[in-house]
């Protein structure tokens, strides 16, 4: 039995009737009241009428909090997200549910956060959230059939290192958090498209968020990927682009009318310079001399992932790759994979990120040693982040240790 309206077993029409009755005193309040909307809540939480209650209830008061149901009408967005995020809800799948596109490669997330409130970016999803429930209810209408879900297609062409940024990961994460507590059943399936390495490590990364239920929606594609796609969505339902037929009326394939195509945030955007980060570890640099810190990588494919400050002045940095753990090599033994260089990260923190092509034993290096008379104050962060197994990754495919080595030359 699906849970849904017309296949139900015993155990989940009773489990409806109790919800329904439990929840009079807030029906009113719902976007909507139809055994269809109340079932999403009861299949997320497996027919646990009072967890499904409890979840439900929670999402009244979010949509009080964030005025939902005005959000699509009366909040003006940031002009920034409407102008450089890129993708949106263009055409319907064969059994006419919406369909989503999130495009990755256009959008550098660090410019984007740099230029609107963590707030602002949520309400943001959110309105986009209540714009698909919006569309699957007009599409019930058009086509006399309930249609409550969404096809959604993860566009990973040019997803760089820029897109494994901290800050954009953490929020990436709340954003997740918040569809699955505030918009259950609404997935129907998710296509990745033209995925690489990057995209399981950036995987990796969030896919706790997400239940088991919707992980088992995240379907990645290979190189055929235009053909799946066409089984599912009929050629005048898909953009040229994507290997469609469906173009704007200018005959553009890409089809800008529908789907931004976001870009390069201009600076005059920023409303800030940089995004207060938490650091991990502290360490005091000698004047004259170096810091180094060594992560094992076992196998190609990890990515470390950085950000520091210095106090009083700038500080040297680079990475460095080596053989073996533990063993004292000075900068000049090590092989330089990315070039050391001051950094004014007293005035700006910095961040960074690095793809691990091979295995070794990676060396971050803060140096000091071009200074005679000051010594140093970092405050750092480093993690390695590993493929996801979920996805295109073999299973036990990377460790990660960290071992820090004495300051030396």
């Known amino acids: 039995m699906s849970g849904r309206v017309g296949d139900p077993s015993p155990r989940q029409a009773e489990a409806l009737a109790q919800f329904r009755e439990k929840i009079q005193d807030v029906l009113p309040q719902c976007p909507f009241q139809s055994d269809h909307f109340l079932l999403r809540w009861l299949r997320a939480r497996n027919f646990n009428v009072q967890k499904s209650e409890a979840m439900l209830r929670k999402h009244l008061e979010f949509r009080k909090l964030i005025k939902a149901d005005t959000i699509t009408?009366?909040?003006?967005?940031?002009?920034?997200?409407?102008?450089?995020?890129?993708?949106?809800?263009?055409?319907?799948?064969?059994?006419g549910s919406p369909v989503y596109y999130d495009v990755v490669g256009p959008v550098d997330p660090k410019p984007i956060l740099l230029s609107v409130s963590k707030q602002d970016f949520i309400k943001y999803k959110v309105r986009d959230c209540e714009m698909l429930w919006k569309e699957c209810d007009l599409q019930s209408a058009r086509l006399g059939k309930t249609v409550e879900s969404v096809t959604m297609i993860y566009d990973c062409e040019d997803m760089g290192l820029k897109h494994l940024w901290k800050p954009a990961a953490d929020l990436g994460g709340e954003i997740l958090t918040m569809f699955e507590d505030n918009y259950p059943e609404t997935l129907k399936r998710l296509f990745v498209i033209k995925a690489h390495t990057l995209f399981s490590v950036a995987y990796n990364l969030v896919k706790h968020f997400l239940s088991e239920e919707t992980r088992r929606k995240v379907i990645v594609l290979g190189s055929n990927w235009q053909e799946v796609l066409l089984k599912h969505i009929d050629p005048e339902e898909l953009p040229g682009i994507y290997g469609g037929k469906m173009t704007d009326p200018d005959g553009d394939a890409r089809c800008r009318t529908k789907l931004k195509q976001g870009g390069q945030v201009p600076h005059s955007y920023y409303a800030r310079e940089f995004i207060k980060v938490q650091y991990d570890q502290c360490v005091s640099i000698s004047r004259g001399s170096s810091h180094q810190l060594e992560?094992?990588?076992?196998?190609?494919?990890?990515v470390l992932r950085w950000q520091f400050c210095s106090e009083g002045a700038d500080i040297g940095f680079g990475v460095f790759l080596k053989k073996k753990l533990g063993e004292r090599m000075k900068a000049g033994q090590m092989q330089e994979v990315v070039p050391s260089q001051r950094y004014n990260a007293h005035l700006v923190p910095e961040d960074g990120s690095f793809t691990c092509a091979e295995p070794g034993v990676y060396v971050l290096r803060f140096d000091n040693t071009y200074s005679m008379l000051q010594s140093k104050k970092v405050s750092f962060a480093v993690e390695v982040l590993l493929p996801s197994n979920d996805s295109q990754s073999d299973p036990g495919m990377s460790k990660a240790s960290e071992q820090e080595a004495p300051s030396s030359q």
């Open 73 to 95: 009408t009366e909040w003006k967005p940031p002009e920034v997200l409407e102008k450089y995020l890129a993708g949106g809800i263009c055409g319907y799948d064969r059994e």
């Open 295 to 302: 992560y094992e990588i076992l196998a190609p494919g990890c």
